[in-house]
């Protein structure tokens, strides 16, 4: 084996062990705070807009985050919370819009879009490939005639 190959081999490795212990973590389940902290990161602050009330520093997303807290201790799931929230403020304080409904356009538009630029690419990738066409009949008399005349 080759030194360059080696070295891509342990270069794989440690990307796929990265990967491995990224993703199955330490095991245990996460506590009430930091389960309220990944809710409340999906919830957008009440006042700001811009942001998630996990970010905000303003009182309205510091009142969301207890709440959050409080109904996580209470033994709530996160779709309880989620209700809760949504019936008080309406769909656009999530983050992430629902996965049905009007807000499944929003997963499925890019997914359609890429695809859509793909299909577009490749059809125009494939009319302007050089095999595709020949010369006809009279653009080869004019390349004959320009190579006498010089």
């Known amino acids: 084996m080759s030194r360059r190959a080696a070295s891509w081999l342990v270069l794989a490795v440690v990307l ?6 990224g993703a199955t973590g330490d095991g245990s389940p996460p506590s009430d705070e930091e389960r309220a902290m990944r809710i409340s990161a999906q919830i957008r602050c009440p006042t700001c807009r811009s942001q998630s009330a996990a970010d905000s520093d303003a009182p309205a997303a510091d009142f969301v985050r207890e709440e959050v807290l409080r109904r996580v201790r209470q033994g709530q799931s996160e779709a309880q919370i989620f209700d809760y929230f949504v019936g008080r403020y309406g769909e656009t304080i999530r983050l992430e819009p629902s996965p049905s409904g009007i807000g499944a356009l929003v997963w499925a538009l890019p997914v359609v879009a890429v695809g859509a630029a793909v299909s577009g690419l490749t059809v125009a990738y494939r009319r302007r490939r050089p095999g595709g066409r020949s010369a006809s009949a009279g653009d080869r008399a004019l390349v004959e005639e320009a ?4």
């Open 147 to 150: 190579m006498r005349s010089e």
């Open 16 to 21: 796929a062990a990265t990967l491995v212990v």
